[in-house]
């Protein structure tokens, strides 16, 4: 009997050790892998505030190179951001139903549009110095932030990246950093979260950051005087 006790003994305790290190382990792997992806819808609204011109030369619009960082959303075109618990872990991904680099370059073409600018859409090609393209300007470049998220500090969308405009033969003519970033105004934040605010707030980005380069003073200039 002795003997037996004596085994059940250290047999419990071997066990609770073995719980004890295995428990954080298991609510580790249960955030990485517990949670679904969050879907959501990139759709380009019009902004009234952007404003035609007279004369613009027609432009063509190529895919922008994904320059995004290390956290696995590069070369993912699916992949636009995540939730986040407090210690940095992601609980679920954030991705859309259609690749965020041809979406952009729609959305460009809807905002050229809105400018009173032709444009010809290259959704599936990036631009190689010294393409044949029939339009006497390009423009291209590299996006750096395409994501909503989620974090201990609350959410946030930003998009951002490096604009290049090249003429006709190839030439550069200017190449400047866009940033849209945004987080939610207190009302907003009180009426809606989850999914569905993260899919608006990336939405405004978007449209912020195509505002931003259609309207830009330098490339309106260029695109005067290409005419």
Known sequence: MLIGTGYDSRGGDHMR???????????????????????????????TTIERVTTGAPITVFRFADARGSEGDKGD????????????????????????????VRDLGAGFTQRGVQTVLMQDRMYEKGSAV????????????????????????HVSGIVRLYDQSGTMLYEKPVSARLRPSDGEFQTVTGQELL??????????????????????QRLVAAR
């Not at 954080?24 to 902004?47: E, F, M, R, W």
């Not at 505002?211 to 830009?216: A, C, I, L």
Request: aromatic share 10%; glycine share 8%.
């Open 134 to 157: 029939t339009t006497p300007l390009v423009l291209t470049g590299e996006i750096r932030n395409f994501s909503a998220e989620n974090r201990w500090a609350g959410y946030l969308a």
């Open 17 to 47: 050790g073995l719980a004890t290190w295995f428990a954080p382990l298991a609510l580790i792997l249960s955030l990485l892998t517990g949670c679904a992806d969050l879907k959501v819808n990139l759709h380009y609204a019009q902004d």
């Open 77 to 104: 075109v699916y992949r636009v951001g995540g939730v986040y618990n407090g210690y940095g872990m992601r609980l679920s991904k954030i991705v859309t139903a259609a690749p965020w680099p041809e979406v952009l």
């Open 199 to 220: 899919e608006r707030m990336l939405n405004r980005a978007v449209a912020d950051f195509v505002r931003q380069v259609v309207t830009d003073a330098d490339l309106t």
